[in-house]
């Protein structure tokens, strides 16, 4: 273990690191908001929708991302749809979260039982009212544990997007073990900053979702 | 240009894709299996009270949990090859991260079905003359498969998923087939790579499908309400 090696890479690997936050950031918001429409779809029954985010929901949760970004990166510039790199990485993340973050949406409205809207209905609250202090409260405090899985998991996801030409971690250290067989520096550095930047999240995780039942349930 | 997805079924196209296809499957179910057989023991420890063995137990758990399985791949496969002097091939490293990775899980979820069992199931059934034995066989044991079969179906599909990544440590398989014969075949069918990798992204689709929808109606059918 050569330590001159590791502390003149640190900035190398804190921009990829920055990189793999920076589409992971974006990629799990766009997901969140893919998510939340395809729960509002489904738990509305809004018709032919329905079917359109069913069939989406399979496809993506039963094909890996590695394939999807290939298809996305290499097969459709054929068909004269050019994406920049970064772009393919977020939207092929985005179409894998999606249907991750719309189960979690769907399983926390799905939860809730009607009684409770009906009965914040009966004392007078209007919907909006019922929805923003009765319903989506309970809903958030059993969706929490999956979204905060889902965040997690879709950080790591982002770990395939050197295959779109991609300078992120595991793309540098790649470049490390083959130009300079800095095998072992390359690999601790890699471990380092993934914890580096998982640890936090994985901790804060079991924090929120502490806090959010607490919260819901007064215990 | 849809008659670019005639390549497909030109020579032996198809077959070598399926057999690309076959190679990642093979490994996520040898992972699979020795993950089920390491996981359950794994499991039933990570219940245990003793501190010590908790903490090692959780400390696993959590660094396989949090590193990408990519990262599990490289460190077994460019790390242990050079520190140990070993000459492992791709397939042999990805089926070692795999049933790493994999018994973290599955003894995570033998843990949950285990702790989900209410207490008063075993009272109930000392208090109707069984033995302990008989309890753990007619009532525990039945109780934790059918909450555990489920989550067990649905790692597969995770499992055959994550796979796809030894196409990065050089494994050939279906990824790389496809990328050979759409090299292979660049100047005839220019728009070779939508259709090959849309056939790809369906394989997946096609193996996947019946696994989670298998696992979905387990879960439904046994759920205790």
């Known amino acids: 273990m050569d330590w001159s090696v590791i502390s003149s890479s640190i900035p190398v690997y804190g921009e990829a690191a920055l990189l793999t ?95 409770q809207l009906q009965s914040a209905l009966a004392l007078g609250m209007s919907t909006p009212t019922a929805f923003r202090h009765v319903l989506a409260p309970q809903a958030f405090a059993i969706a929490a544990p999956a979204l905060t899985a889902n965040v997690i998991f879709l950080i790591k996801e982002t770990s395939v997007v050197s295959v779109v030409a991609l300078p992120d971690l595991v793309y540098v250290a790649k470049e490390q073990i083959g130009t300079d067989y800095d095998t072992s520096e390359a690999l601790l550095l890699l471990v380092a900053f993934y914890l580096l930047l998982l640890l936090p999240i994985s901790l804060g995780a079991n924090w929120l979702e502490r806090k959010v039942r607490s919260n819901a349930f007064g215990s | 240009m849809p008659s670019d997805l005639e390549l497909i079924f030109q020579g032996s196209n198809l077959g070598r894709l399926l057999g690309g296809l076959w190679v990642s499957v093979w490994i996520a179910l040898v992972s699979m299996g020795a993950s089920v057989v390491l996981g359950l023991p794994f499991g039933v420890v990570m219940t245990s009270k003793n501190r010590l063995v908790k903490l090692l137990c959780r400390c696993y758990l959590e660094f396989v949990r949090i590193m990408p399985q990519l990262v599990l791949l490289f460190l077994v496969f460019f790390d242990l090859t050079k520190v ?19 018994t973290a899980e599955m003894g995570d979820l033998v843990r949950g079905s285990i702790t989900s069992i209410p207490r008063h199931q075993f009272e109930t059934a000392r208090a109707l003359g069984m033995s302990p034995a008989q309890v753990q066989r007619h009532v525990i044991l039945p109780l934790a498969v059918r909450q555990l079969l489920p989550q067990t179906v649905n790692l597969t599909t995770r499992m055959i998923k994550t796979t796809s990544l030894v196409v990065l440590i ?17 100047f005839q069918y220019p728009s070779a790579a939508l259709w090959i990798y849309g056939v790809v992204f369906f394989l997946y689709f096609i193996v996947c499908f019946p696994i989670s929808w298998l696992s979905r109606r387990l879960e439904a059918r046994w759920q205790i309400s």
Not at chain 1, 45 to 60: G, H, K, M, T
Not at chain 1, 72 to 95: D, M
Not at chain 2, 170 to 186: F, M
Request: proline share 4%; hydrophobic share 55%; aromatic share 10%.
């Open chain 2, 84 to 102: 140990a002097g070993l000459n492992l091939s791709g397939e042999f490293a990805a089926v070692v991260v795999f049933t790493i990775w994999g």
């Open chain 2, 170 to 186: 050089g494994v050939v398989e279906v990824l790389k087939v496809a990328q050979q014969i759409i090299d292979a075949n660049r």
């Open chain 1, 21 to 115: 936050l920076r589409i992971g950031v974006i990629g799990i918001i766009a997901s969140a908001l893919v998510g939340l429409l395809c729960a509002a779809v489904q738990s509305f029954r809004i018709p032919v929708l329905r079917q359109i985010v069913a069939v989406y929901i399979e496809l993506s949760r039963n094909t890996p991302l590695l394939v999807q970004l290939f298809f996305l990166y290499f097969g459709l510039p054929k068909v004269g749809v050019v994406w920049p790199s970064e772009v393919c990485a977020i939207v092929g993340l985005t179409f894998l979260g999606g249907s991750y973050m719309a189960e979690a949406f769907r399983s926390g409205l799905d939860s809730v039982h009607p009684i």
